[in-house]
């Protein structure tokens, strides 16, 4: 979140666009980009969600890699907490 622009000109059409919209600067100009990524057949929701199933997708397969332990393996919701204190183990 680095951004910082220094050009008075895009400042003053986020203010305006935050004025016609009844927006926020930061909505307006986020509208603003999207539009401008659809325009160009770029869809920034669609990258995003791909993102997290890519990194859903490593967790899976890095829990399937995993050697199997008989003391760790849960299967049924018992499993889930520590027989002598009751916390989740």
Do not use: C, W
Not at 21 to 37: F, N
Not at 44 to 60: L, T
């Amino acid at each position: 979140m680095g951004l910082n622009i220094k050009n008075e000109r895009v400042h003053d059409l986020a203010r305006q666009a935050a004025a016609v919209t009844g927006k926020s600067q930061t909505a307006a100009i986020e509208e603003a980009l999207t539009r401008l990524l659809a325009d160009h057949d770029i869809d920034p929701e669609q990258r995003r969600v791909a993102a997290k199933v890519d990194r859903v997708h490593g967790i899976v397969r890095a829990y399937l890699d995993t050697p199997r332990n008989a003391d760790r393996e849960i299967d049924r919701v018992e499993d889930l907490f520590d027989e002598r204190t009751g916390l989740p183990r």
